[in-house]
């Protein structure tokens, strides 16, 4: 059973910063890409960034020389550095993970954490 557990939000003013962090555990083989999602009310789910095994991260445009995606593999967690927050920014955030739980490709697929709230106030 793989389980994606997301921390670190809350509230914040406008301009303030937020960690959220992501931490999987299970019955994990390997992860090969991460990202981190959010969803306003109201609104659909949106990528806010992603990065590859190798490093590669790509941003949406809202959030870009803001938000910084990285990931720590000897503490097995992925990490949501948010700065210059804006209220435009509330909404639940979602890490997902693209891993495999053997060593075959066919085990790969997408797994979701359960989200946590970022709210920023004007």
């Given at each position: 059973?793989?389980?994606?557990?997301?921390?670190?939000?809350?509230?914040?003013q406008?301009?303030?910063?937020?960690?959220?962090?992501?931490?999987?555990?299970?019955?994990?083989?390997s992860?090969d890409?991460v990202?981190?999602?959010?969803q306003?009310?109201?609104?659909?789910?949106?990528?806010?960034?992603?990065?590859?095994?190798?490093g590669?991260?790509?941003?949406?445009?809202?959030?870009?020389?803001?938000?910084?995606?990285?990931r720590?593999?000897?503490?097995?967690?992925?990490?949501?550095?948010?700065?210059?927050?804006?209220?435009?920014?509330?909404?639940?955030?979602?890490?997902?993970?693209?891993?495999?739980?053997?060593?075959?490709?066919?085990?790969?697929?997408?797994?979701?954490?359960?989200?946590?709230?970022?709210?920023?106030?004007?």
């Open positions: 059973q793989v389980q994606l557990v997301e921390s670190g939000g809350g509230l914040v406008a301009g303030g910063s937020l960690r959220l962090s992501c931490v999987p555990s299970g019955n994990i083989f992860i890409g990202g981190w999602y959010r306003a009310p109201g609104k659909q789910r949106e990528l806010v960034a992603t990065i590859t095994s190798g590669s991260t790509n941003y949406a445009d809202s959030v870009k020389g803001r938000f910084t995606i990285s720590d593999y000897a503490k097995n967690t992925m990490y949501l550095q948010m700065n210059s927050l804006k209220p435009e920014d509330t909404a639940v955030y979602y890490c997902s993970a693209d891993l495999r739980t053997t060593p075959s490709l066919a085990s790969r697929a997408s797994y979701w954490g359960q989200g946590t709230q970022v709210t920023v106030s004007s």
